[in-house]
């Protein structure tokens, strides 16, 4: 196995709006689409149908929509083995996509909030990507694991939150979208000054303008090919996906990236995250 992943596994009800409702105001939508989702899983089918030996780790509920989640990783050819089932619901995702593509999220975390440090098992990993829609004292306890074991770490850090200077120095990359990289600095998201925060590297992602990766105090941008978005919902996970990929076969974190967002410009152009 070369990568693990550790994070969420949602059920995307995605509905379709023209435009987002107002506080206080109904809008009506298209049907609504149940989709199998969360960033983990999201990460984790990227790789998979990359070809990677890739191993999911995260919780799902013993109900229908985990069984949603188990059937769309393993049709990606990902290991289940650590993923655990809780007795707790399944965690939704509440998404409306616009017709720009663009999409807005609420989470219930469910089983993902269940997790714990207890069931980390990165054994026999070359690359930990982890995200953040699971414990974050699991998170930090998995990269400690890892570097202890010298096993490369790749965190989205989305949601964003903070996160101890240890787990920050063990980052190579941190993959943050420039929001995420704003909040970071509290100001301007200025891709350079991510290494002052303790980080190995770190690749900021800018949607249709691709992504910039700094590290060894150089930076580097990459253009993201054109395409007409239809769905942007996990574009960030494929990204990291791929990345967390190409790191495993052994490439340098700026081909790695460019794999990444040559993988999130094919995803945006299909409906839902993992699709
Ligand atoms: O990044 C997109 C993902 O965020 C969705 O699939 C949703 O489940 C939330 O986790």
């Given at each position: 196995?070369?990568?693990?992943?550790?994070?969420?596994?949602?059920?995307?009800?995605?509905?379709?709006?023209?435009?987002?409702?107002?506080?206080?105001?109904?809008?009506?939508?298209?049907?609504?689409?149940?989709?199998?989702?969360?960033?983990?899983?999201?990460?984790?089918?990227?790789?998979?149908?990359?070809?990677?030996?890739?191993?999911?780790?995260?919780a799902?509920?013993?109900?229908?929509?985990?069984?949603?989640?188990?059937?769309?990783?393993?049709?990606?050819?990902?290991?289940?083995?650590?993923?655990r089932?809780r007795d707790r619901?399944?965690?939704?995702?509440?998404?409306?996509?616009?017709?720009?593509?663009?999409?807005?999220?609420?989470?219930?975390?469910?089983a993902?909030?269940a997790?714990?440090?207890?069931?980390?098992?990165?054994?026999?990993?070359?690359?930990?990507?982890?995200?953040?829609?699971?414990?974050?004292?699991?998170?930090?306890?998995?990269?400690?694991?890892?570097?202890?074991?010298?096993?490369?770490?790749?965190?989205?850090?989305?949601?964003?939150?903070?996160?101890?200077?240890?787990?920050?120095?063990?980052?190579?990359?941190?993959?943050?979208?420039?929001?995420?990289?704003?909040?970071?600095?509290?100001?301007?998201?200025?891709?350079?000054?991510?290494?002052?925060?303790?980080?190995?590297?770190?690749?900021?992602?800018?949607?249709?303008?691709?992504?910039?990766?700094?590290?060894?105090?150089?930076?580097?941008?990459?253009?993201?090919?054109?395409?007409?978005?239809?769905?942007?919902?996990?574009?960030?996970?494929?990204?990291?996906?791929?990345?967390?990929?190409?790191?495993?076969?052994?490439?340098?974190?700026?081909?790695?990236?460019?794999?990444?967002?040559?993988?999130?410009?094919?995803?945006?152009?299909?409906?839902?995250?993992?699709?």
């Amino acid at each position: 196995m070369d990568i693990v992943v550790l994070g969420s596994a949602n059920a995307d009800l995605v509905v379709e709006v023209d435009r987002r409702p107002a506080a206080g105001e109904t809008v009506l939508g298209s049907d609504t689409s149940v989709l199998p989702g969360g960033k983990g899983a999201n990460t984790a089918v990227a790789a998979g149908r990359l070809g990677a030996g890739v191993a999911f780790l995260g919780a799902v509920g013993a109900d229908a929509h985990g069984d949603l989640l188990l059937d769309s990783l393993r049709s990606a050819g990902v290991d289940v083995s650590l993923v655990r089932r809780r007795d707790r619901p399944t965690g939704i995702a509440y998404i409306t996509v616009t017709p720009d593509g663009e999409n807005s999220i609420v989470v219930s975390p469910g089983a993902n909030a269940a997790l714990d440090v207890s069931d980390v098992d990165i054994d026999g990993a070359r690359v930990l990507v982890a995200s953040l829609e699971v414990p974050v004292p699991v998170v930090e306890h998995a990269v400690a694991e890892a570097v202890a074991r010298g096993v490369r770490v790749v965190l989205n850090l989305s949601p964003v939150a903070r996160l101890s200077a240890e787990t920050l120095a063990g980052l190579d990359p941190l993959v943050v979208n420039e929001h995420e990289a704003a909040w970071l600095l509290g100001g301007a998201p200025d891709p350079p000054r991510l290494l002052e925060l303790g980080v190995r590297s770190a690749v900021v992602t800018l949607g249709a303008r691709g992504a910039v990766v700094v590290e060894d105090g150089r930076t580097r941008e990459i253009a993201a090919p054109e395409v007409t978005p239809v769905d942007t919902t996990g574009a960030g996970d494929a990204f990291t996906g791929a990345l967390a990929v190409g790191l495993a076969r052994g490439a340098d974190l700026v081909s790695a990236a460019e794999l990444g967002v040559r993988v999130a410009a094919e995803s945006v152009t299909r409906p839902g995250a993992q699709g």
